[in-house]
Each structure stands twice: as C-alpha cells, then as structure tokens.
C-alpha cells in the first residue's frame, strides 16, 4: 500500500467500535427505491436493537426486505428515514469515505458466494482487510491471519487458491477474513446457500461458537433448521419486522 493511500486512510477520522454497547440499534428505519415504474418502499419504519454477542437469524419470505435491511446496518446502503448505530457509530452519518474504513474495522460481512479473491492465497485473502485498514503492525498481519484459518479450522490450506479448496473451506477462508480486523459484529447474507447440509451446519457451529466468544452475528436464512441454532429469529414481512422472538419461542402477533 502506498503513503498517499495510507495518509487518505488516517485521515478518516472514525471513533473505535464501542462494544459495551448495542451492536445494532435501528429507530424508525425506511428504505424508498425510486425505479422507473415509481417509488418502492421496501422498510417501513424498523426499530431493533440486537446487543453484543447476541446470534440473530434473519428470516422471511424473498422479496420482504432483508437484504435491505442487512444493507442498512452494513452500510453498504443507506436509508431514507431513521437512524442506524452499529457499535456506538452512527452509520446513517458518515460520509462514504468513512464508511468504507468504518466497515473495514466493524463488520465483518460474509456472502453466499464467499467473494474471496481468486489470485491471492487463502492467507492472503485474510490479510486483505488488514491492508486495507491498517489496524495491525504489518508484520504482525502473516501470524494473524494463520491464527484465524486456525480458529475456522483451515490452517493447513493457508497456501492454496480458492479454487483447489471446497466451498465450505471457502467459506472458513471468508468467515477468517470478515474476522481479520477483529470486528464487534458479523453480517452474513446467506451464509450456507451454496453448501451442502452437513457442510452449513458445521458453519452454523462456528458461528455459534464465535457469539459465544462475544461477537454479535445477524445471518439471513432461508433455511429454518439454521435459523433454529440462534439465540433470537427475526421474521421481516412486507418492509416491517413481524416477529422478534426468542429460539424456541412463539410469536403472538
Ligand atoms: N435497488 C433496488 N431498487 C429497487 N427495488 C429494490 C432494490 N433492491 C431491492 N428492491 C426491492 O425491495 C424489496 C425487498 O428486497 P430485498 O432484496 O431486501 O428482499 P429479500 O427479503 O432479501 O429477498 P430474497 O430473500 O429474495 O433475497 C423487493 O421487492 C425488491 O424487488
């Protein structure tokens, strides 16, 4: 990485991620798509508020709005009304380049199809966030990033390319990436799509095992079974949040 980019870098001045506090807390969150055939509203005024190290499965039929709503918290989109604090940060204020390097330190996003890069080793893979946010001694960042395909159970794949290992160890690969700068919260669309039922329930476990450590995790599903292993289910319908209920636990409404 070069001084320029490095200097762009420190000069988004971003607070650390607060972890004593809600990892997510939404207030009245809208989200309006402006097509050409007019306006969509796809969230209609979403209060939540999911606290650290909570394990929150996200369900709901195609279309109800959780890809939007997860895109609120990431960042990745922004909403139309309301307000979204990810860690002590209000997200619906940043400018974009902040959160580009907010994100890079907060969430770490895992997606169906892994998205690691296709050149770079799975060691590499894992390193490239902290490149980018330039949170660790760059020394430090090889022994890091072997100690988290250690944690996912991939170390001895660390050399390969993602195309000699298998889905689920592409997805280990990913998950140790979304971990490399040591964010509060783990966002993940779909986590298991593309794997198998033995291989997404051994993913399931890890993210059982990374809450338990104190991470917050929010995963969409569509699969109920997976959904089961969180601690708290969230049914999105129409734009709204029509269930928040406890594993195990039925809704009233
Ligand atoms: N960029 C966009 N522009 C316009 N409409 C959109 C856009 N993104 C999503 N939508 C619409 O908003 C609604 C919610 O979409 P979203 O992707 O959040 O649903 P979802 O619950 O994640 O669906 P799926 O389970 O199929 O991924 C849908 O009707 C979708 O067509």
């Given at each position: 990485m070069n001084g320029k980019w490095l200097a762009w870098l420190g000069a988004v001045d971003l607070p650390e991620p607060r972890r004593d506090l809600a990892a997510v807390a939404l207030s009245g969150v809208g989200k309006v798509y402006v097509t050409g055939a007019g306006e969509f509203e796809a969230l209609r005024g979403i209060d939540l508020t999911v606290e650290a190290g909570e394990f929150v499965a996200v369900v709901g039929k195609s279309g109800s709005g959780?890809?939007?709503l997860i895109n609120m918290i990431t960042g990745i989109d922004r909403p139309t009304a309301g307000s979204v604090w990810v860690a002590g940060?209000?997200?619906h204020g940043l400018t974009e380049n902040q959160i580009a390097v907010?994100?890079?330190?907060?969430?770490?996003?895992v997606f169906q199809f892994f998205q690691l890069l296709p050149t770079l080793t799975a060691l590499e893979n894992v390193m490239l966030p902290m490149d980018?946010?330039?949170?660790?001694?760059?020394a430090e960042r090889p022994e890091r990033a072997l100690r988290l395909l250690e944690l996912v159970g991939v170390a001895d794949q660390a050399d390969k390319l993602p195309a000699n290992l298998s889905g689920g160890q592409q997805q280990r690969v990913a998950i140790a990436r979304s971990l490399a700068n040591d964010p509060p919260l783990l966002v993940a669309d779909e986590p298991t799509g593309n794997l198998d039922n033995r291989t997404a329930s051994a993913v399931i476990d890890l993210f059982a095992e990374l809450a338990a450590g104190g991470k917050t995790i929010l995963m969409v599903t569509h699969d109920d079974d997976l959904a089961s292993r969180a601690s708290r289910?969230?049914?999105?319908?129409?734009?709204?949040?029509?269930?928040?209920?406890?594993?195990?636990?039925?809704?009233?409404?």
């Open positions: 959780k890809s939007t940060t209000p997200v907010w994100r890079g330190r907060t969430v770490g996003v980018f946010c330039a949170v660790h001694d760059p289910i969230l049914t999105v319908a129409e734009g709204r949040i029509a269930c928040s209920a406890a594993t195990g636990e039925v809704c009233d409404g």
